[in-house]
């Protein structure tokens, strides 16, 4: 069978289609998405390493934001642990990040930061702990 249409007709279908695909981000792989990640940690461990605590905690927050890490989820099984890379790097930033609080005599960042890590991973509840401990003297000098 013979299909007619007319000719502008097919040609905006066609520009249609083209402007769709235009418009949607060619998602990533998942490899791709670790190396952005990973680069973007390293990078804020550097400006770390060099006491560029600003923007290593400019840098850290932005690696949250990536999907890698808005993604990945603790699991209820504490027996899996930090698997997933995006757990790992996120544990980890939130961990640098309290620790860049801390540095900065912000103790209750640091503490919601903690929070966020112990989310990550059930592990570190030890080191929340301790904060607290600090937190409750230093309101008891004050």
């Known amino acids: 069978m013979i299909r007619i249409a007319a000719l502008n007709a ?18 990533q792989t ?3 998405q670790e190396a952005e990640a990973f680069a973007l940690y390293h990078k804020a461990l550097d400006l770390q390493k060099h006491d560029k605590f600003d923007e290593s905690a400019k840098a850290y927050h932005e690696l949250l934001k990536t999907p890698l890490l808005k993604e990945a989820v603790a ?8 698997k997933h890379p995006g757990l790992m790097l996120k ?15 912000d103790i209750d960042t640091a503490m919601d ?3 966020q890590v112990n989310a990550c991973c059930h592990i570190d509840v030890c080191r929340t702990e301790q904060l607290k401990v600090k937190h409750q003297s ?3 000098h004050a």
């Open 10 to 27: 097919a040609s905006q279908a066609a520009d249609e289609h083209e402007e769709a695909f235009r418009s949607t981000k060619p998602s």
């Open 30 to 32: 998942k490899e791709a």
């Open 75 to 82: 699991s209820e099984d504490e027996k899996v642990g930090l």
């Open 91 to 105: 544990y980890s930033t939130y961990k640098n990040l309290a620790s860049l609080a801390v540095l900065k005599d």
């Open 113 to 115: 930061l903690y929070v």
């Open 138 to 140: 230093n309101f008891s």
